[in-house]
């Protein structure tokens, strides 16, 4: 009886995944602060209502081959295996729509558990929804702000006291700088490490009409 139980919760996400192209999910982070009582700010906003510098920027920040793979990167996978000497000491190879599902279904902190669950997952939300849909999530279900602020929207009125649609291009290499870690980068108050990583990240953008290209497209 306990096996079956185990296999349903399995099998939750797997069956979940293809509602989200059309039902605009929440965080377990979000859940989690919401039953603690702690403070969740989110407005839910389309891609379309996000401006597409935060987009570009997030990807050249988080995930630069995200147009190309299948959910998992498995050159960045082995590349951060090789740069540490164990579990603990990794420190990247993680693709956005790894993130994605890590934040909808799973937890934080570094597990072999965790990951042997992301992999796959990630996998098969590639396979069943378009890119711009798993970006679209992610930039709504991000944690962006130090106080419970969650998404581009609630981040970017939190900052700049403006909407996602109308930032600039700084503005929005800011935000992307801010992850993973928003709660010491805050973007309101940018000390001089965040702002440099900011201005990296403003200048690839620039020279990155491959990503550019992907977010114009459907899939």
């Not at 996998?123 to 890119?131: G, H, I, N, S």
């Not at 550019?212 to 899939?219: E, S």
Request: glycine fraction near 6%; charged fraction near 25%.
């Amino acid at each position: 009886m306990a096996l079956y139980v185990v296999l349903a919760v399995l099998l939750v996400p797997y069956l979940l995944t293809p509602l989200y192209a059309v039902v605009n999910p929440v965080s377990t982070l979000m859940l989690w602060r919401s039953v603690t009582g702690e403070r969740v700010v989110r407005t839910w906003v389309p891609l379309s209502k996000i401006d597409p510098d935060l987009a570009l920027s997030v990807i050249i920040a988080e995930d630069g081959r995200f147009c190309s793979h299948y959910g998992v990167d498995f050159t960045e996978i082995q590349n951060a295996i090789d740069d540490a000497d164990g579990l603990e000491d990794m420190r990247g190879g993680s693709t956005i729509t790894q993130q994605v599902v890590k934040n909808l279904f799973l937890w934080q902190g570094r597990s072999y558990v965790r990951k042997a669950l992301e992999l796959p997952l990630a996998l098969w939300f590639d396979l069943v929804l378009p890119k711009r849909r798993i970006l679209e999530i992610y930039l709504n279900v991000a944690e962006l702000g130090p106080d419970g602020e969650f998404g581009a929207e609630a981040a970017a009125k939190r900052s700049f006291g403006r909407p996602a649609a109308s930032l600039g291009r700084y503005q929005a290499a800011l935000l992307a700088a801010s992850l993973p870690n928003p709660v010491t980068r805050d973007t309101k108050r940018p000390g001089p490490g965040l702002r440099r990583l900011a201005g990296l990240y403003e200048r690839r953008a620039a020279r990155s009409p491959e990503a550019a290209a992907c977010l114009r497209q459907r899939r």
